[in-house]
């Protein structure tokens, strides 16, 4: 039997894959609890959110100088032994439906831009392999749930840390900034008639056939082409409609609350009319100068960001299961390291990789429990330590993805987390 030398290297990097990971990861692959979730909705708290001041809020006060602890006072939850801080009453009161995960972990402390991509690659940096997001693998594992519609929708700014890496074009999101208009490249541009817009895209049609004629067999080429075919789709479909947020009723959008809120409202529109993955942005920084990244002063107007997280990402679990899409989203909030519980000079904190949390919430997980414990500072993991692989393997496995399969970048396997575990209790 002749092989070439191309497919000699595909078959011996799984035969390496193989006697590397062994039976266990088989295995495991059987034993892989698969959820229902049909749509996520990913929310990112750029800077560092302090789950000590939040979701793993601890009775050890601080007094913003010398003397570590929480910052702000803490309640019960309806979760049996699990405190959030003041500033998140309405959460508090539906926990039940929420799944602090308190243990998440990893090494980058220092480097937000590298922190960013660890928390939505699940990886490092690799000099070699560009890998793809979590917003990108969703997209394409599942794709979109209908016609017309992008399966990635970022709300905030474009980078490639959110992009598709080795999975090309196609898993690449649509973004937009202002949620009243939508994505500035599908709105045509005052002063463009009918006429003159059919034949703008005759011309591109031209160039694009001649372009794809004169690169047979270039996969980058196709793909790209393929995704302009797809801007058109979306410029005339149902998808531009979910952005009339005036549509919704005015009670509604002022439960929302303000520019946050009307972003969770958006991405409750968007899955609704078929889109798989929404990644929303929370970063008003001028709220308290700083964002979530709270450094010297921004601390102490931290509450001002909670509050809003608070009222945005409850109306949005309320309204999905009054929609009865709670059981088909799963809500994801993420953000790149934690605080330390010690105050710098300025009165804030710094960053803290070794001991943070992301919060889960619907998706047809077993909520109303925690993952994780931490010691009386929330510095230290006591018990289930999270790491991003196992956190990515459960957000994929509870999209009906399963953690253990690999994903080809050209015809090298790449597995899909890094070796991640599902948190199996989450599911039923």
């Excluded at 229902?36 to 793993?56: N, P, Q, R, Y």
């Excluded at 973004?175 to 463009?192: K, N, Q, V, W």
């Excluded at 690169?215 to 797809?230: C, F, M, R, S, T």
Aim: hydrophobic share 40%; proline share 5%; with cysteine.
């Amino acid at each position: 039997m002749n092989i070439s030398r191309r497919n000699f290297i595909a078959r011996s990097a799984l035969a390496a894959g193989a006697a590397t990971l062994g039976a266990p990861l088989f295995a495991e692959e059987k034993k892989t609890p698969l959820g229902k979730a049909e749509h996520c909705i990913f929310v990112w708290l750029g800077g560092g959110m302090s789950h000590l001041d939040t979701f793993d809020a601890k009775t050890t006060k601080g007094d913003g100088l010398k003397k570590p602890g929480c910052y702000y006072d803490t309640i019960e939850t309806a979760i049996p032994g699990v405190r959030f801080c003041e500033h998140l009453p309405r959460l508090a009161k539906m926990a039940d439906k929420l799944v602090p995960v308190r243990s998440v972990n990893h090494t980058v402390i220092d480097e937000h831009a590298a922190a960013v991509n660890r928390m939505h690659t699940g990886r490092p940096v690799s000099g070699s392999v560009v890998y793809p997001s979590i917003g990108s693998i969703i997209a394409h594992q599942r794709h979109a749930a209908a016609e017309g519609v992008p399966p990635y929708v970022l709300i905030g700014y474009p980078s490639a840390t959110r992009g598709p890496g080795f999975l090309g074009p196609k898993a690449g999101y649509v973004y937009l900034t202002d949620t009243a208009a939508g994505p500035a490249g599908l709105t045509r541009m005052p002063g463009i008639t009918d006429e003159r817009q059919s034949r703008r895209e005759s011309l591109l049609a031209s160039l694009r056939s001649d372009y794809v004629a004169r690169n047979p067999g270039d996969k980058l080429v196709q793909d790209y082409d393929d995704a302009i075919g797809e801007v058109f789709k979306l410029q005339g479909g149902d998808f531009m409609k979910a952005f009339d947020l005036a549509s919704e009723s005015g009670s509604l959008r002022q439960t929302y609350g303000d520019e946050f809120g009307q972003r969770c409202m958006l991405a409750r529109r968007l899955i609704q009319r078929g889109v798989r993955f929404v990644e929303v942005g929370f970063n008003l920084n001028f709220v308290n100068g700083a964002g979530w990244d709270t450094h010297n002063g921004a601390q102490k107007q931290q509450h001002q960001l909670i509050q809003r997280l608070d009222q945005g990402v409850a109306a949005l679990i309320a309204d999905l299961e009054n929609q009865r899409l709670l059981d088909k989203t799963l809500i994801v909030i993420a953000t790149e390291f934690g605080r330390p519980a010690a105050f710098d000079a300025g009165g804030g904190r710094g960053h803290y990789g070794k001991c943070f949390t992301s919060v889960l919430a619907g998706g047809g997980l077993r909520t109303g429990q925690f993952v994780g414990t931490t010691d009386d500072l929330a510095m230290n993991i006591v018990a289930e330590p999270v790491g991003v692989h196992d956190l990515f393997a459960t957000i994929f496995a509870a999209m009906g993805i399963n953690p253990a399969k690999n994903l080809m970048a050209d015809d090298r396997p790449v597995p899909i987390t890094d070796k991640g575990q599902a948190m199996a209790k989450l599911f039923a």
